[in-house]
């Protein structure tokens, strides 16, 4: 990552590293593995030591905590701050504000959701693009952070301290590569929107992809990679038990790519039993309890992914528009799923 902690959102960069699944229910998906070329299993996240450590705040009763990680591929190290009324929160408070700095590989990054605003802003000082090195320490992140939360106790009950840093780790751990990050990246939450079980689903595609015209591609969609698709802030599990492993759920899905094609809307299955855990905002099924928040932007973000099989592909405004689900999105499914 250099000297900076390699950004994540800069606005327009087309990229995003979700591995590769199919959309189909888990025991289909598992069958077609050993056939389909187009798949790619997941990278499993290396392994890591997570130290947490006592901050000031902490020593005198507060719920803020502070940790480093080494990994095959680099080091991390998070402080969290918590604040009312611009003095540090005590413990079993809610706070108004939480404040979290991430040093990733030597670059650091600022982050402070505002409950009462319903914002979360990033901050950077240097330039900061997340590469493969990164990208693997923020998974690692992830998986190990889930485990040490678990292991303090019941993950539904976090301070908010806490329960922000889980989320940033959910939504590192599929940061693009590549992603160079804007000195300042405000993210606000939509009013959340229920959509009945009964919604028409949109047929596939709704637009036309590229057409080879004897000069090349043409694309035939207007407006691509243009974010028609997202900032829907819908959960999923208003619609249905997304936690339920028995049954994976079909809803319509919708994504641009460039420059292949334009906007595209097919159905998929999504859930706890449909392959890797499509539609939940964060790498895999999760770690611990399988803590995670499901939303339609989320399930947006995996679709483009692994319908292209694309590392750094043009899924990055897909990403950005998933933001605020990582963010505020309630957070459901406390039983593992799978």
Same mark, same amino acid.
């Given at each position: 990552?250099?000297?900076?902690?390699?950004?994540?959102?800069?606005?327009?960069?087309?990229?995003?590293? +979700?591995?590769?699944?199919?959309?189909?229910?888990?025991?289909?998906?598992?069958?077609?593995?050993?056939?389909?070329?187009?798949?790619?299993?997941?990278?499993?996240?290396?392994?890591?030591?997570?130290?947490?450590?006592?901050? #000031? #705040?902490?020593?005198?009763?507060? =719920?803020?905590?502070?940790?480093?990680?080494?990994?095959?591929?680099?080091?991390?190290?998070?402080?969290?701050?918590? +604040?009312?009324?611009?003095?540090?929160?005590?413990?079993? &408070?809610?706070?108004?504000?939480?404040?979290?700095? +991430?040093?990733?590989?030597?670059?650091?990054?600022?982050?402070? &959701?505002?409950?009462?605003?319903?914002?979360?802003?990033?901050?950077?000082?240097?330039?900061?693009? &997340?590469?493969?090195?990164?990208?693997?320490?923020?998974?690692?992140?992830?998986?190990? +952070?889930? @485990?040490?939360?678990?292991?303090?106790? =019941?993950?539904?009950?976090?301070?908010?301290?806490?329960?922000?840093?889980?989320?940033?780790?959910?939504?590192?751990?599929?940061?693009?590569?590549?992603?160079?990050?804007?000195?300042?990246?405000?993210?606000? @939450?939509?009013?959340?929107?229920?959509?009945?079980?009964?919604?028409?689903?949109?047929?596939?595609?709704?637009?036309?992809?590229?057409?080879?015209?004897?000069?090349?591609?043409?694309?035939?969609?207007?407006? #691509?990679?243009?974010?028609?698709?997202?900032?829907?802030?819908?959960?999923?599990?208003? &619609?249905?038990?997304?936690? =339920?492993?028995?049954?994976?759920?079909? @809803?319509?899905?919708?994504?641009?790519?460039?420059? !292949?094609?334009?906007? !595209?809307?097919?159905?998929?299955?999504?859930?706890?039993?449909?392959?890797?855990?499509?539609?939940?905002?964060?790498?895999?099924?999760?770690?611990?309890?399988?803590?995670?928040?499901?939303?339609?932007?989320?399930?947006?973000?995996?679709?483009?992914?692994? =319908?292209?099989?694309?590392?750094?592909?043009?899924?990055?405004?897909?990403?950005?528009?998933?933001?605020?689900?990582? #963010?505020?999105?309630?957070?459901?499914?406390?039983?593992?799923?799978?």
């Amino acid at each position: 990552m250099n000297s900076s902690f390699r950004s994540i959102l800069a606005a327009g960069a087309c990229a995003s590293l +979700l591995m590769l699944g199919a959309w189909q229910s888990r025991d289909v998906a598992a069958a077609s593995r050993a056939t389909d070329p187009a798949y790619a299993p997941e990278v499993p996240a290396e392994p890591g030591q997570l130290r947490m450590r006592l901050t #000031a #705040a902490k020593a005198a009763g507060g =719920d803020d905590i502070a940790g480093d990680m080494r990994t095959p591929s680099g080091a991390l190290s998070f402080q969290t701050t918590s +604040l009312s009324a611009g003095k540090v929160a005590a413990a079993g &408070i809610a706070p108004e504000r939480v404040r979290v700095r +991430l040093e990733v590989n030597g670059a650091l990054i600022d982050h402070e &959701i505002d409950y009462a605003a319903g914002t979360m802003t990033v901050r950077t000082v240097e330039r900061v693009v &997340i590469d493969e090195a990164d990208r693997a320490v923020l998974r690692s992140f992830q998986n190990e +952070l889930g @485990r040490a939360l678990s292991d303090q106790g =019941d993950m539904q009950r976090m301070p908010k301290s806490k329960d922000f840093l889980w989320r940033l780790a959910e939504m590192y751990s599929e940061v693009p590569l590549g992603r160079e990050f804007a000195p300042e990246w405000i993210v606000r @939450r939509d009013v959340a929107t229920r959509i009945e079980p009964s919604a028409p689903m949109l047929s596939e595609p709704r637009l036309p992809f590229a057409r080879d015209t004897g000069k090349g591609l043409e694309v035939v969609a207007a407006a #691509a990679c243009n974010e028609r698709a997202g900032g829907s802030f819908i959960n999923l599990r208003s &619609i249905a038990n997304v936690c =339920d492993d028995d049954v994976a759920f079909t @809803r319509s899905s919708s994504h641009d790519y460039c420059p !292949a094609h334009g906007y !595209a809307a097919k159905s998929v299955r999504y859930g706890c039993s449909a392959s890797s855990c499509a539609g939940r905002c964060g790498a895999g099924c999760g770690v611990a309890d399988g803590v995670g928040a499901w939303y339609q932007d989320c399930l947006d973000h995996d679709v483009c992914n692994r =319908d292209h099989n694309s590392q750094l592909g043009a899924c990055g405004d897909e990403f950005n528009e998933a933001a605020d689900d990582y #963010a505020f999105g309630t957070i459901s499914c406390y039983t593992t799923c799978g």
